[in-house]
T-cell receptor
Framework: AQRVTQPEKLLSVFKGAPVELKCNYS??????LFWYVQYSRQRLQLLLR??SRESIKGFTADLNKGETSFHLKKPFAQEEDSAMYYC???????????FGAGTRLTVKP | DAGVTQSPTHLIKTRGQHVTLRCSPI?????VSWYQQVLGQGPQFIFQ???????GRGNFPDRFSARQFPNYSSELNVNALLLGDSALYLC????????????FGPGTRLTVL
């Protein structure tokens, strides 16, 4: 069975500090991993997907198959990064997407 | 493009009633997925439809059903509502049925009294 775990419900950092949102998964096959973000009063939107290997809004995420992790990182957090972040997994070639419980990131001035 | 749209935005029902939620995907997207999001949790997968056929189903009872129309819009139906069905119901569309990013609508907030 596929499962996504985000161990931190809440994370608070100061502006300019590095931030890392943790995501661990369990899946026996080849997964696609995603990070979705939900800003206040906005809909859930895609931030990153692992196969794109790109940086969006300064965020990066590396898929570590050995540790089954897909942590989201940003070297210098900004106040506008405050939001709810969800890690999600879907089997390759399948839309059955499983989400973690989410981490609420607060960036303090 | 307005993105994925859902209607209604809010809905209040009583136990035992039936509800229909609607979703219009992004133009050109042929796949629609439905999710239930209970407060404090991430979205939980209910159904996926692609080209009007059910392609996936999550761990939900038979009271939940859905369909997709020729224009790729979709309906989610829930019968015999329970208090525990109170949640935000999200619709997401994607280009095809086989993986890739999904684009979410604003959701329908269902309250069962």
């Amino acid at each position: 069975a596929q499962r996504v775990t985000q161990p931190e419900k809440l994370l608070s950092v100061f502006k300019g500090a590095p931030v890392e949102l943790k995501c661990n998964y369990s899946y026996s096959g080849s997964p696609e991993l995603f990070w979705y973000v939900q800003y206040s009063r906005q809909r859930l939107q895609l931030l990153l997907r692992h196969i794109s290997r790109e940086s969006i809004k300064g965020f990066t995420a590396d898929l570590n198959k050995g540790e089954t992790s897909f942590h989201l990182k940003k070297p210098f957090a900004q106040e506008e990064d405050s939001a709810m972040y969800y890690c999600a997994l879907s089997p390759y070639n399948n839309n059955d997407m499983r989400f973690g419980a989410g981490t609420r990131l607060t960036v303090k001035p | 493009d307005a993105g994925v749209t859902q209607s209604p935005t809010h809905l209040i029902k009583t136990r035992g009633q039936h509800v229909t939620l609607r979703c219009s995907p992004i133009s050109g997207h042929k796949s629609v997925s439905w999710y239930q999001q209970v407060l404090g949790q991430g979205p939980q997968f209910i159904f996926q439809y692609y080209e009007k056929e059910e392609r996936g189903r999550g761990n939900f009872p038979d009271r939940f059903s859905a369909r997709q129309f020729p224009n790729y819009s979709s309906e989610l139906n829930v019968n015999a509502l329970l208090l525990g069905d109170s949640a935000l119901y999200l619709c997401a569309s994607s280009l095809a049925g086989g993986g890739g990013p999904q684009f979410f609508g604003p959701g329908t907030r269902l309250t069962v009294l």
